[in-house]
């Protein structure tokens, strides 16, 4: 693995996750109270021996560069490893940003082709799974293929939504159509019990749709990228143009939890997935293949007289005489008395108040971070330093689908009422 060089692309401005997205970059995104989007792609690379990482983004880039900076340096003595931002930037050479996932690489291929390197791993920067690269790596080499596709298995709903594939019985990828519809999906089905699949799950799963993850060959990359300048996006455009030329492609099958982060709906379900029993389909406690993130060295966690039931929470909290049901809570979160939690994911706070800046804050009519008393919150997200009052509710009274309202401080995505990073909600409110 010494020889591969992993490209994470960090995708656009993430208008999807928005506003999650309206101070950081998709892979900044918080994740399971303690993690960050982007330490899922990191942790699977460093697991599978892969420790050379450069991490493509062009908007809203400081939070990412510094939890990168903070969380991950892996040029120990003697060692070459890195994980580095580059983010877009225009020359006379490239004028423009950033058009496309291809176009991204293709930008900064003068550094990619420094590195003497046999492979190239594209990896996206927002989904959540465990995968040994290795493993995909090893199936590339032995094949001797040109492009390796990861691909999952997927059933004729969730296939409208993804590039498919079409593959022999050896895994020799022979079509590739970008989200077919009605006889054009019917016609990439593949018996997708040949892949490991059971009898039933392939009959469940008969499409093979493509992760956006790949493994190129040195000389294959970059001649697709110089001989096609127009083509701006590897699903679209450079994969099509792979097989029409004649190059060897395979598909790699992935048959386990994998999650896109592509919406806030998709972002908070996968959340609260994690806090399910006995075993939640993807779980962070996985001594084996761990998932790293940044050290902080926070105090465990303190309740006093709380009734939690299935949530997770993240160290340096405090939650005080309050009832939380299936939610997770950030790092450093503050509940205060006779709140009511259900459903909801608080991503905590960034930085401590102590209990006499809390009182001065009070004192002067102002409101200090995390939820207070008397409050109620069901089906919501609760961005980093938001400073909730006391006998608020949160609750999306009116059942209302979508909204914006940054000049409160909210937004509503797929009824979830979303409370932006930094924001405040007087006491009293009614969301």
């Known amino acids: 693995m010494k020889r591969v060089l992993a490209i994470i692309l960090g995708g656009g401005a993430g208008t999807r996750l928005y506003p999650l997205t309206k101070m950081r970059a998709k892979p900044a995104v918080p994740l399971a109270g303690k993690y960050r989007l982007i330490d899922i792609p990191i942790s699977n690379c460093i697991n599978s021996g892969i420790n050379k990482m450069y991490v493509l983004t062009q908007f809203n880039s400081a939070s990412l560069n510094r939890h990168l900076t903070q969380s991950y340096n892996l040029s120990a003595p003697f060692g070459q490893g890195f994980v580095e931002v580059l983010a877009a930037q225009q020359t006379p050479e490239s004028p423009s940003w950033f058009e496309g996932t291809a176009d991204a690489v293709r930008k900064y291929q003068w550094l990619f082709q420094e590195w003497d390197v046999d492979e190239y791993l594209i990896l996206s920067g927002d989904q959540l799974y465990r995968m040994d690269y290795s493993l995909f790596v090893d199936y590339h080499r032995t094949n001797k293929a040109d492009l390796t596709v990861a691909a999952l298995p997927v059933d004729a709903q969730q296939a409208e939504g993804f590039g498919l594939m079409k593959t022999d019985e050896e895994g020799n990828i022979k079509s590739f159509s970008e989200k077919p519809k009605g006889d054009a999906l019917k016609a990439m089905a593949v018996d997708t019990s040949r892949f490991g699949l059971s009898k039933e799950s392939s009959i469940k799963k008969p499409y093979l749709a493509s992760m956006g993850i790949y493994v190129f060959s040195r000389d294959t990359l970059f001649d697709l990228l110089n001989k096609n300048p127009l083509h701006k996006d590897f699903g679209k455009e450079i994969i099509p143009e792979s097989l029409s030329r004649g190059d060897h492609l395979r598909s790699y099958v992935f048959d386990d939890y994998w999650e896109d982060i592509g919406t806030i709906g998709a972002f908070y379900e996968s959340n609260l997935a994690l806090t399910q029993q006995p075993t939640p389909p993807f779980s962070f406690y996985d001594e084996k293949f761990p998932?790293?993130?940044r050290p902080r060295y926070l105090p465990p966690t303190k309740l006093v007289d709380a009734q939690i039931t299935d949530s997770i929470i993240g160290e340096g909290s405090i939650l005080k005489s309050c009832s939380i049901h299936h939610c997770v809570l950030g790092v450093r979160s503050r509940v205060e008395s006779n709140v009511v939690l259900k459903d909801s994911l608080v991503m905590g706070s960034d930085f401590v108040?102590?209990?006499?800046?809390?009182?001065?804050?009070?004192?002067?009519?102002?409101?200090?971070?995390?939820?207070?008393?008397?409050?109620?919150?069901?089906?919501?997200i609760l961005d980093k330093n938001t400073r909730i009052g006391n006998n608020v509710a949160i609750v999306n009274k009116d059942n209302v689908e979508d909204t914006d309202r940054p000049e409160e401080g909210f937004y509503i995505r797929n009824g979830i009422v979303v409370v932006v990073k930094n924001a405040t909600i007087s006491d009293g409110a009614v969301i």
């Open 291 to 293: 998932i790293y993130t």
């Open 353 to 380: 108040e102590s209990s006499e800046e809390r009182l001065l804050l009070r004192q002067g009519g102002g409101i200090p971070l995390g939820v207070g008393e008397g409050t109620t919150v069901k089906r919501a």
